[in-house]
């Protein structure tokens, strides 16, 4: 049985380790923020859309069917990327998405051919629907993804 002084010395030897992890989340915290707020481009509706997040959540769904560029820059948080209301493009649709340590969700429709680059640490893969292609200028979307520790996937919807 342990008593309430012997977990005084215990505590106080976490107290600055998690006072120092709750200010290290805090900076990258706020930083995230000053760069988005600096960075942040586009709309739903735009023909080029740029995301920088931290710590939170993204749901996009682009509706201009002129669309050409999106860029999503990630750390510790998550994004879903929902193509699925844009018709096929002649030009075809540039993804670029950085991921530090979190995880991306595309989803496109199922007569989409699809393209890929991935650099990094974690992974990438497609639903076994999505017509994935190996001709980067047939594609009618082209994911370029550098990721450490985290994950892409590639849905058709």
């Known amino acids: 049985m342990t008593t309430r002084?012997?977990?005084?010395?215990?505590l106080r030897r976490l107290r600055p380790w998690l006072v120092g992890w709750f200010a290290f989340q805090a900076v990258v915290a706020v930083a995230g923020w000053l760069t988005a707020?600096?960075?942040?481009?586009?709309?739903?509706?735009s023909t080029s859309i740029r995301r920088v997040l931290t710590h939170s959540g993204l749901e996009l769904r682009?509706?201009?069917p002129a669309l050409a560029r999106v860029r999503v820059d990630m750390a510790?948080?998550?994004?879903?990327?929902?193509?699925?209301?844009?018709?096929?493009?002649?030009?075809?649709i540039d993804?670029?998405?950085?991921?530090?340590?979190?995880?991306?969700?595309?989803?496109?429709p199922p007569d989409w051919r699809v393209w890929w680059r991935?650099?990094?640490?974690?992974g990438m893969g497609?639903?076994?629907v999505v017509q994935r292609t190996h001709d980067e200028h047939a594609a009618d979307l082209r994911i370029h993804a550098?990721?450490?520790?985290?994950?892409?996937?590639?849905?058709?919807?």
Do not use: H, K
């Not at 991935?118 to 974690?122: E, I, L, T």
């Open 126 to 128: 497609g639903d076994g």
């Open 37 to 45: 707020w600096r960075r942040n481009g586009g709309d739903e509706s």
């Open 95 to 108: 993804l670029t998405l950085r991921v530090l340590m979190g995880g991306a969700a595309v989803r496109v």
């Open 146 to 157: 550098v990721v450490v520790l985290g994950g892409i996937g590639v849905e058709a919807g």
């Open 5 to 10: 002084r012997a977990v005084r010395p215990v």
């Open 76 to 92: 510790m948080s998550g994004a879903e990327i929902d193509l699925t209301g844009l018709p096929q493009s002649a030009q075809g």
């Open 62 to 64: 682009p509706r201009n």
């Open 118 to 122: 991935f650099r990094g640490v974690g």
